[in-house]
Nanobody, 127 residues
């Protein structure tokens, strides 16, 4: 069983920045495909960004491309999401996800592809 714990959420003004972290309990973190998703009130879960186990491959939703950066520190078992130029429409609960069944080069952008989920952290962007 892999446990994921997000941190770093909070309240920020539009144009500001936040960095989310996701720490995992798994012993083979470098083999996990990882991703960030978000869900706003009344809306479906939305893909944000994903990274391969090796860290060499990434993909982003069009809505965050150029503003958000996903990265990972495999020795620290930690996934990051650097969020810059935040907008009110970025307000949501952000969750990280992990999957150990994929290849180390896989990037996964659909929720159903992931095996493990964190509980989420709230990000609120004020206008």
């Amino acid at each position: 069983q892999v446990q994921l714990v997000e941190s770093g959420g909070g309240l920020v003004q539009a144009g500001g920045s936040l960095r989310l972290s996701c720490t995992t309990s798994g012993r083979t973190f470098s083999s996990y495909a990882m991703g960030w998703f978000r869900q706003a009130p009344g809306k479906e879960r939305e893909f944000v960004a994903a990274i391969s186990g090796s860290g060499d491959y990434t993909t982003y939703a069009d809505s965050v491309k150029g503003r958000f950066t996903i990265s990972r520190d495999n020795p620290k078992n930690t996934l990051y999401l650097q969020m810059n130029s935040l907008r009110p429409e970025d307000t949501a609960v952000y969750s990280c996800a992990a999957d150990e069944r994929s290849s180390r080069t896989a990037v996964l952008s659909t929720p159903s592809a992931y095996h493990y989920w964190g509980q989420g952290t709230q990000v609120t962007v004020s206008s």
